[in-house]
């Protein structure tokens, strides 16, 4: 016999079952996501929001839900992979794609420079933000997106690591910022400044993964 302890979680687990059932395939608006798990309105938008805050759901433009970053990482990284390894063969420097999680960035991908001297950290490296010029991005430092409006990019130039610099471009898809590339150079091969060197090739990497989201459906 179960405890009324387990019923209600139970409960709870086929109420959450039910709101990512809606909205699998096309995105919803509380009151259809309410028709279509049988929930009252105000019980699914309620789900909804708690889904939205641990990244099982996001809001689009228009305020309907969808599937969030937990679910569609995949179809990130498989988008990101091919434009990152393009992007470190252009320039010769580490490509990054990096995430928010909490306070944190975490590393999704790296595609390390060939070079004896580089930069690099391991996938699900872990570092606080708003550390480096892809952690202004996605802690929406103030100082960072003034710089992004101004440059159409962000560098960061041993201000983490000393003798390393970055520059970083947020990734964005259906208007919402999903992740950042980040190329990561030893200052020694740097001749201008990251930015002034790289940022136009990092800005077309990370509008092309968003593109490939966009036209994939998964954005």
Known sequence: MSSPESSNSNRMLARIAAILDAVEGSAASASELARRSGLSVSTAHRLALSLVEYGFLRR????????????????????????????????????????RRGDDRICALSVDSQQELKATLPVGARVA??????????????????????????????????????????????????????????????????????????????????SELDSSGQG
């Open 60 to 99: 689009t433009q228009g305020g309907d839900f969808q599937l969030g970053h937990r679910f569609v990482r995949t179809a990130l990284e498989n988008a990101a992979l091919p434009v990152l390894t393009r992007l470190r063969d252009e320039t010769g420097e580490t490509a990054q794609l990096w995430l």
């Open 129 to 210: 933000l708003p550390a480096g010029s892809s952690g202004g991005i996605l802690a929406r430092v103030p100082e960072a997106l003034e710089e992004l409006e101004r440059h159409g990019w962000v560098e960061s130039v041993a201000k983490r690591t000393p003798g390393l610099g970055s520059v970083s471009v947020p990734v964005e898809s259906g208007g919402q910022l999903i992740a950042a590339v980040c190329l990561a150079v030893p200052l020694t091969r740097v001749q201008a400044s990251p930015g002034k060197d790289f940022g136009e090739q990092v800005r077309a990497a990370a509008e092309r993964i968003g």
